[in-house]
């Protein structure tokens, strides 16, 4: 009986946490238009400490599992082997780790880069969930010159929280004052 303990024990521990899909983008991408959810994506490397807290810390959290494996396909990706360089020059991932939010038919809805608490990594799995002030939406918006001020500056935090170069949409700002 107390070797059935463990056992149940062991298997118990191992489903904990946010459970990442195995299987390249093409498959991921299948599931989430199966499933009506979209790709949340963990692009991490192997040396990045902030990418190892995430690890430990937080996608082990049970209001993250809850959270992120009810509302997404959840996978992980090294950004510097296998697919995970294709995405990474796809998606423009510049820094890690950083979280990529994906639709079904492989547009990126939002990204964020870092380490994050509990409660901001679940506040970002809900901003992906409101597509309108999400990063593509600001995105769009401000290619087709369509952006407010204060929401220029939303768009300039966004791009400069997952490393993203800033020069032309400060400008675009600056312009505006």
């Given at each position: 009986a107390?070797?059935?303990?463990?056992?149940?024990?062991?298997?118990?521990?191992?489903?904990?946490?946010?459970?990442?899909?195995s299987?390249?983008?093409?498959?991921?991408?299948?599931?989430?238009?199966?499933?009506?959810?979209?790709?949340?994506?963990?692009?991490?490397?192997?040396?990045?400490?902030p990418?190892?807290?995430?690890?430990?810390?937080?996608?082990?959290?049970?209001?993250?599992?809850?959270?992120?494996?009810?509302?997404?396909?959840?996978a992980?990706?090294?950004?510097?082997?296998?697919?995970?360089?294709?995405?990474?020059?796809?998606?423009?991932?510049?820094?890690?780790?950083?979280?990529l939010?994906?639709?079904?038919?492989?547009?990126?809805?939002?990204?964020?880069?870092?380490?994050?608490?509990?409660?901001?990594?679940?506040?970002?799995?809900?901003?992906?969930?409101?597509?309108?002030?999400?990063?593509?939406?600001?995105?769009?918006?401000?290619?087709?010159?369509?952006?407010?001020?204060?929401?220029?500056?939303?768009?300039?935090?966004?791009?400069r929280?997952?490393?993203?170069?800033?020069?032309?949409?400060?400008n675009?700002?600056?312009?505006?004052?």
């Amino acid at each position: 009986a107390v070797t059935l303990l463990v056992c149940i024990s062991g298997y118990a521990q191992e489903e904990k946490g946010i459970h990442f899909e195995s299987g390249t983008l093409t498959q991921l991408l299948i599931k989430a238009k199966k499933e009506h959810k979209l790709v949340f994506i963990d692009g991490y490397t192997t040396w990045c400490g902030p990418c190892k807290r995430m690890a430990k810390n937080i996608f082990p959290n049970d209001t993250v599992a809850l959270f992120y494996n009810s509302h997404f396909i959840c996978a992980e990706f090294d950004m510097e082997k296998g697919e995970g360089i294709e995405l990474a020059k796809k998606y423009e991932v510049k820094c890690y780790p950083t979280f990529l939010f994906i639709d079904a038919n492989g547009k990126l809805i939002h990204r964020k880069s870092g380490a994050m608490q509990v409660k901001q990594f679940v506040a970002l799995g809900n901003e992906a969930l409101h597509p309108a002030d999400c990063f593509s939406a600001l995105e769009d918006r401000y290619t087709k010159g369509k952006l407010s001020s204060e929401e220029l500056i939303a768009y300039i935090n966004m791009r400069r929280a997952t490393c993203l170069n800033t020069d032309a949409e400060l400008n675009a700002y600056f312009k505006t004052q």
